[in-house]
């Protein structure tokens, strides 16, 4: 469905329409007249739309006040329908002749099929334009809105308003079977003037619709079908199952007789503390919002984030796949039992379980794929059979035992129950060996959060069921071990001619002796029954053995079919997350209820290999390692998320308590080594692997996880710490505000700084956007997250910070007061020379050069970069654009901009905004776009389309070759630093720290120093003393003892041509007009003033000799920038100071701190 176009009730097709471009959920289009009318209760039952509402009425039954069949909420939709209002919009071309003044009746209004007469408007569920849209269209249609579904409430607040009042449906992020997302009229459509015109794309301030949004609009949602379970059905009937699977009937009795009733107790108390702590968590992680389908790894997920979520689950899949085994196996030495009663055994003990359990679980296989359904009505019967076992158990134990007393069963006595209540281990056994092998039993407790996506209210149904499961399962478990070790011997031989006279037997004196039977002979030979021996007790104790060994049958095959199902659920939601890209093909879904096919077949061979192994003890204490590591997430994630003090963790579910759930993660994972230490390392190593792997990979999803707000949280509390805290000397570093326009378009500037600022300060890359407000912050809206997320993706650690003003120097100005966060201030202006200032409006070049001034005002230093090709790439970026769009619109011919940077690769300067560095080019650029009105799109990252590429111009291909010379490994040169002047040591410090840098480290650094002919070794000495003293090394020092001769008369010939059109040449006119001029031009060089300044200008033209002499080979040049006194120095002559100073040589940095110390030599 295209997004705002209306849809025919369900089962009929719409009929066709011209393809239209796509429109967004909120219309685009609105009439400059309305009027109100009341709403009859017939029209309580008027249609809802295309989002989710039912099909209309038919005109009879809208007269007759009659809702259309399957409306349930017809009789609250009539009453409400009371006392409101509808606005109708007046179209010329539906309405009667002039002067009837008659307007057309509902059952008149076009059809809502039709593409034509309902274009753009909203129906019944969507939200309608604001007033500055409500202009006339030329020709227009009479359109009905009930105010109750729309916006427009005169009843509520007395006046028509557009303004939408609260409703769930705002608030939704993707199409749910809940019901689909609405969208709120936007702040620009309540607060924009009525005169504007509405956004060409039908979104306010250029938004675009983001992918769920998209989805609302394109989608559907079809619930036919699909198959929902309750908190009873869904969660407490699975838990049930799966925690009185296996160990209930074929292992419980064995723990009892090793641990003793008491430790019994005690093991199962443990199990149940361990269980119910997740439970509380898991709990409230459910209740605090909604829940889809994955179970825990949606849970910990959303919780954590995709790295722990993504690492465990898949753990859990793969728990849950191999727990298939476990009750496979466990039903499988049932059957073999009874195998071996009759003597019928296929080949040997072993072998049969491998042979029954493949039978088994391929029978399971296709009952779960057969559907949700067959499952749950399987789960049903199961039960039933599993409850009738259970108390034909308590009832045999009140039935006379005569015949079973051979084999250990003699009702309830005392004196069993004594000797049973203390341990006897034996055979290596201890008391955490016995627990390992119980606890795979509490595993049962996700059964039901396992399948949260086919739950109808997940929110409601996982904490009731499952606690109520752990509550019920645990009695029954406690139960069953008491009575167990009331009524059986440990040790029994099974024969009838053992039975003695009471206390006729000598050296006798346990429990079965008192009872007149004589096992002694059990302690040198290995028997056959009793607690210890025989795995089918509760068959011997209940009333009718067959029952029980259905109770098995139930109890195991309940508990594979749930793992089995859980599993591929599990995984599928995994893979749906892409978070591993290579098990995407596991998440397609099948059929109405998204089953996972593929998912269903993993899962089976995993469980049909660890079937093989075929021995259940060896299989147990695997689970029990994967879900307690899960288990501890969960705990942990309950924990992390109150430490956070997110406002959005709101669980609905109130009894919980974070330390509590701290206990409990901590609980887990002592278990998880008492348990078995090395499983416990090999587990947490594959989690911490599997987290170190998302880490890296750095999926793009953002699930507002705790970790995410404890981050937050963390960094204000060290924030508000520092505030607090006096800077001092030695904790300096350069925090540079770095101002490069849209961060792409000058990639080497960028580079540059990062790498003297890279895991040492702060770096904030300042964008100034000019021209018209609306569209200025227009683009500031978009480029916000554009650009940091292209910092993010191109590794560089610093913030991005758009800023709206009339020109550069004003926003500049905005930066340097604003940007920041306590002491996390930048101290530092860095920019790029402004290359082409002579051919540029010298209005700019006065803002550029003032904003230094503007710098040193505000107690910064000040760093201006110069790199001989420049830095601008933008304009290319502009011809890919071009080609992309070319390519886009004549899909044979194939054209594009070869761009071999990495960082040439994505979007240029938007059209209105400005830099201190823009190109003729790019200016010309940016005057073609704004003749047409409209604003460039640009693409974050580099298409790369296929076809010949456009040749670049020579100097084109060296500002591209340039654009990436810092982001290579420099090799063994040398970084000169002039420090010619102190500035408190930041011309020293930052060659310093790109020197600790890999791509620098092998770069030399020379110091230059100005000095006098007569002193140059004293000079020399007292730098090197210096720098000793800072800990700073050099390779050389060299002394500048003829900086102050004059320099050659050809460098100051060209520096005088360089000034002349700059020049106000006061002497050679009147002194009026040149007062004029100058007050008119501030920025023009006076004859005075270069007379003045004569011996600081031809110091400049000296220095720059003097660089190409020593250092036209350097890597990189790091000097001091003279400083121009403000008000006395013309902008024209000190940016011409600048060029002459800096032009033919390698990069140079023109550096000037704010002459407070950077470095010390104290400790």
Avoid at 110 to 116: C, K, L, V
Avoid at 468 to 480: M, P, Q
Wanted: aromatic share 10%; net charge neutral.
């Amino acid at each position: 469905m295209e997004p705002g176009s209306p849809s025919s009730p369900a089962g009929e097709q719409p009929p066709a329409a011209p393809p239209e471009p796509a429109v967004p959920l909120r219309p685009v289009a609105s009439q400059s007249r309305f009027q109100v009318d009341l709403v009859t209760e017939g029209a309580a039952g008027a249609a809802e739309g295309p989002k989710g509402r039912s099909p209309s009425p038919s005109p009879e039954q809208e007269d007759q006040g009659i809702a259309p069949p399957g409306d349930e909420s017809t009789a609250a939709a009539a009453e409400e329908a009371k006392g409101r209002f509808r606005v109708n919009f007046v179209d010329p071309a539906w309405e009667e002749p002039a002067g009837s003044g008659c307007v057309i009746s509902p059952q008149q209004a076009p059809p809502q099929g039709s593409e034509a007469a309902m274009n753009g408007y909203p129906q019944n569920g969507d939200t309608l334009l604001s007033e500055g849209s409500l202009h006339s269209a030329g020709t227009t249609t009479h359109h009905y809105y009930d105010t109750h579904s729309n916006t427009y409430y005169l009843r509520t607040f007395g006046h028509n308003t557009i303004d939408a009042v609260p409703r769930i449906d705002h608030y939704r992020n993707t199409v749910a079977q809940l019901g689909e997302k609405l969208i709120r009229p936007s702040l620009a459509e309540l607060h924009d003037e009525l005169d504007k015109e509405p956004f060409e794309d039908g979104y306010a301030n250029g938004e675009e619709a983001s992918p769920a949004e998209e989805a609302v609009s394109k989608h559907v949602v079809d619930n036919k079908g699909v198959v929902k379970f309750g908190w009873v059905k869904g969660v407490l009937v699975r838990c049930m199952l799966n925690i009185w699977g296996v160990m209930l009937f074929i292992r419980l009795t064995w723990i009892v007789g090793h641990a003793g009733i008491g430790l019994a107790v005690l093991v199962i108390g443990m199990a149940t503390v361990v269980t119910t702590i997740t439970g509380l968590s898991t709990s409230a992680i459910t209740t605090n919002g909604f829940v889809r389908g994955g179970g825990a790894y949606y849970l910990i997920s959303r919780s954590l984030g995709p790295e722990f979520g993504g690492a465990i689950g898949l753990i859990f899949a793969f728990a849950n796949a191999v727990a298939v085994a476990m009750y496979v196996v466990g039903f499988a030495e049932t059957v073999r039992d009874l195998l071996v009663e009759h003597n019928a055994l296929m080949i040997d003990e072993v072998n049969d379980i491998r042979i029954i359990g493949t039978i088994t679980v391929v029978v399971l296989f296709g009952i779960s794929v057969a559907g949700m359904e067959w499952e749950a009505k399987a789960q049903i019967v199961l039960l039933g059979i599993l409850l009738i076992a259970i108390g034909n158990f308590a009832v045999g134990t009140f039935i006379p035992a005569h015949d079973k007393r051979a084999k250990g069963f003699f009702n309830y006595q005392s004196e069993i129950f004594y000797e049973n209540f203390g341990p006897d281990f034996r055979e290596g056994e201890s008391f955490f060996s016995v627990f390992a092998i119980f606890f795979p039993a509490a595993t049962g407790i996700l059964a039901g959060a396992n399948i949260s996506g086919d739950l109808a209210d997940p929110q409601l149904a996982i904490p009731k069921g499952t606690l109520l499961a752990i509550l019920i399962t645990t009695i029954v478990y406690t139960g069953a071990a008491v009575v167990a070790g009331s009524c059986v011997v440990r040790d029994a031989t099974g024969n009838l001619t053992d039975a003695i006279i009471s206390g006729t037997a000598i050296n006798c004196t346990n429990a079965a002796c008192k009872l007149g039977f004589n096992f002694s002979s059990c302690a040198t030979t290995r028997c056959s029954y009793g607690l210890m021996n025989n795995f089918q007790v509760m068959s011997l104790i209940s009333g009718f053995g067959p029952l029980i060994t259905a109770g098995i049958f139930s109890a195991t095959l309940s508990s594979a079919l749930a793992s089995l199902v859980s599993a591929p659920k599990i995984f599928q939601a995994l893979c749906k997350d892409k978070i591993y890209p290579g098990l995407h093909v596991f998440s397609v879904g099948y059929g109405k209820n998204n089953e996972p096919l593929r998912g269903y077949v993993l899962t089976f061979f995993i469980g049909l290999g660890f079937i093989l192994i075929a021995e259940l003890n060896v299989i147990a204490p695997i689970i029990s390692n994967f879900f307690l590591a899960s288990y501890a997430l969960i705990n942990f994630s309950v924990f992390h998320a109150s430490l956070a003090k997110s406002p959005g963790w709101r669980p609905a579910f109130r009894w919980y308590n974070m330390w509590i759930s701290l206990l409990g993660a901590i609980l887990c994972c002592g278990v998880m080594f008492v348990i078995n230490w090395w499983a416990a390392l090999l587990t947490n190593v594959i989690v911490l692997g599997l987290y170190i792997y998302v880490t890296y990979k750095k999926p793009d999803v953002n699930w507002g996880s705790s970790t995410q707000a404890l981050t937050y949280l963390i960094a204000l509390q060290h924030a508000i710490r520092l505030t607090g805290v006096e800077d001092h000397v030695k904790n300096f570093r350069p925090q540079c505000l770095l101002m490069t326009g849209a961060p792409p378009s000058r990639p080497a500037l960028l580079h540059l700084v990062h790498a003297f600022t890279k895991n040492v300060g702060l770096v904030v890359c300042g964008h100034v956007h000019t021209g018209p407000r609306r569209q200025a912050l227009k683009e500031i809206a978009t480029d916000q997250a554009k650009y940091q997320r292209w910092l993010i993706k191109n590794k560089m650690k610093a913030f991005y910070a758009p800023v709206y003003a009339e020109d550069l120097r004003e926003g500049t100005q905005f930066l340097l007061q604003a940007v920041g966060l306590g002491r996390m201030r930048p101290n530092t202006l860095v920019f790029g020379f402004k290359k082409d200032w002579h051919q540029a409006l010298m209005k700019d070049v006065d803002n550029y050069i003032n904003t230094i001034h503007d710098a040193f005002d505000c107690q910064y230093g000040v760093v201006v970069i110069r790199l001989k090709e420049g830095f601008n790439i933008s304009h290319l970026q502009a011809q890919e654009e071009l080609c992309t769009s070319q390519e886009k619109s004549a899909q044979p011919k194939d054209i594009v901009v070869n761009l071999e940077h990495s960082d040439a690769d994505s979007s240029k300067p938007s059209s209105k905004s400005v830099s201190e560095t823009n190109s003729p080019a790019a200016s010309q650029d940016q005057k073609d776009e704004e003749d047409d009105g409209k604003a460039s799109t640009q693409p974050l990252l580099k298409k790369e389309v296929k076809g010949s590429s456009v040749p670049l111009n020579m100097n084109d291909q060296k500002l591209l070759q340039a654009s990436s010379r810092f982001q290579k490994q420099q090799g063994k040169g040398t970084i000169d630093v002039w420090w010619l002047f102190d500035d408190g040591g930041l011309t020293l410090l930052i060659p310093y720290l790109l020197t600790t840098k890999k791509k620098w480290k092998n770069c030399k650094i020379r110091v230059f120093i100005g000095g006098k002919i007569n002193r140059i070794d004293h000079d020399r000495r007292t730098m090197a003393t210096l720098l000793s003293k800072f800990r700073i090394d050099f390779s050389d020092i060299t002394v500048l003892g003829d900086m102050n001769t004059k320099p050659s008369k050809d460098n100051i010939a060209a520096f005088e041509e360089m000034i002349e059109p700059f020049r106000l040449h006061e002497d050679d006119g009147e002194q009026e007009a040149s007062e004029k001029m100058k007050a008119e031009e501030p920025w023009r060089i006076t004859d005075n003033e270069l007379e003045i300044y004569r011996m600081k200008t031809y110091r400049q033209i000296r220095l720059n000799e003097l660089l190409r002499e020593n250092s036209s080979t350097a890597n990189l040049i790091v000097m001091s920038l003279p400083v121009a006194r403000k008000g006395a120095v013309s902008s024209a002559l000190y940016m011409a100071w600048i060029e002459t100073l800096s032009k033919d040589l390698p990069p140079i940095l023109l550096v000037r701190g704010n002459h407070q110390s950077v470095l010390t030599f104290y400790s």
